[in-house]
Nanobody, 116 residues
Framework: VQLVESGGGLVQPGGSLRLSCAAS????????MSWYRQAPGKERELVAS????????NYGDSVKGRFTISRDNAKNTVYLQMNSLKPEDTGVYYC??????????WGQGTQVTVSS
């Protein structure tokens, strides 16, 4: 099983980034996919989540209206488009794959730093 995040980096406030998570080793299309983040000294928090069919997504209150989660089941990839980034969006962003009562997989994370 692999979840490989990419797309992180340093961006100025107000800028945009697009994170990708490439999955392998399990049935991606049957999995709920999520992005979490963890800032220094804080607990990991849910950023966004999308159901297996891609028709329903939910977001953390702090990112609603700025971030968009999407998935491409043909490419086994989930994305997180992040716009209007703020310094408080800084942290390590983790990809998560979950299927109830079956598995709960995590990627290694990608660093996002929002700073001028």
């Amino acid at each position: 099983v692999q979840l490989v995040e990419s797309g992180g980096g340093l961006v100025q406030p107000g800028g945009s980034l697009r994170l990708s998570c490439a999955a392998s080793g399990f049935t991606f299309s049957s999995s709920r996919m999520s992005w979490y983040r963890q800032a220094p000294g804080k607990e990991r928090e849910l950023v966004a989540s999308i159901l297996s069919g891609g028709g329903s997504a939910n977001y953390g209150d702090s990112v609603k209206g700025r971030f968009t989660i999407s998935r491409d089941n043909a490419k086994n990839t989930v994305y997180l488009q992040m716009n209007s980034l703020k310094p408080e969006d800084t942290g390590v962003y983790y990809c998560n794959a979950k299927r109830l009562l079956s598995y709960d997989y995590w990627g290694q994370g990608t660093q996002v730093t929002v700073s001028s």
